[in-house]
């Protein structure tokens, strides 16, 4: 039996043990997938202890996820030009990382919500983390604008700068989107989980748009129900990226491909 893990400070409300255990059962992969909370100031050490004994591979969540790039030996280019790493592989001495948050993301919209990105203009709100690690998947589908609109407009800009000859990004303020509309709006910033409400000028979906917050089991967030008070028809939040992130892992490590459909719709929690 190899052993797998998610690691994460708190862990104790995380799907991936599920997820991972549906995957393992449906494709008799012989592994147990556990928690493990690490100490904040004990993330290596947690890392290390469970490598000695045994452990084959991890998810790391928050906050661990910029420790587990510093401990990397061999990050995938997803890993380094997010600066943060989702998937741990262990090979001897060395450690594989991975980020797989945007391509889960890019799968769900793509596969499971069947909305092309090839050709729209999409805006993603917000600046932080979730923002780097969705740029580079969603520009290999070649849409044809990937605006990044942040609270500070200086992060957004930032971006441009450390993207530059990976994609080509328009950014700014919200206030700078007035008169722009967008086939694909993401929220990536962290206002799913507060009651905060984006200041998006009116206009800002286009006819027929997707609204996708990528929090997940919130139910309808601020920038869901502002969406839908712009008529947007078409919203997700974030279960479908969770399990398509969970997907790819588990395909790294054990090279086999799971089926997501059943797993997500065990997820989903209604938006209302
Ligand atoms: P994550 O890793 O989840 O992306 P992060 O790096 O802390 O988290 O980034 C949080 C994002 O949510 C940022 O883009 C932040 O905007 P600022 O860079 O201007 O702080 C955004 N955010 C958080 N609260 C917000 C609010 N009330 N209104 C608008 N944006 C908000």
Known sequence: TDRYAVIGHPISHSKSPL????????????????AIEAPLDGFRATVEAFRASGGRGMNVTLPFKLQAFEIATDPMESARLAGAVNALKFDGERIHAQNFDGLGLVNDIQRNLG???????VLICGAGGATRGAIVPIAAQRPALIAIANRSA????GLKTDFAGHAALQTGGYEDLAGESFDVVL????????????PLPAGVFAPGALAY????????????????????????????????????????????????????????????
């Open 19 to 34: 997820i991972h255990g549906l995957f393992a059962q449906a494709t008799g992969q012989d592994i147990t997938y556990t």
């Open 115 to 121: 909305v092309s990105l090839a050709g729209k203009r």
């Open 154 to 157: 200086d992060k957004a800009h």
């Open 187 to 198: 929220n990536a910033t962290s206002t799913g989980l507060s009651q905060a409400e984006l």
């Open 213 to 272: 917050e990528l929090v997940y089991g919130k139910g309808l967030t601020p920038f869901l129900r502002q969406a839908q008070a712009a008529g947007v028809t078409q919203i997700a939040d974030g279960v479908g990226m969770l399990v398509e992130q969970a997907a790819e892992a588990f395909e790294w490590w054990r090279g086999v491909r799971p089926v997501t459909r059943p797993v997500i719709d065990q997820l989903t929690v209604p938006l209302v």
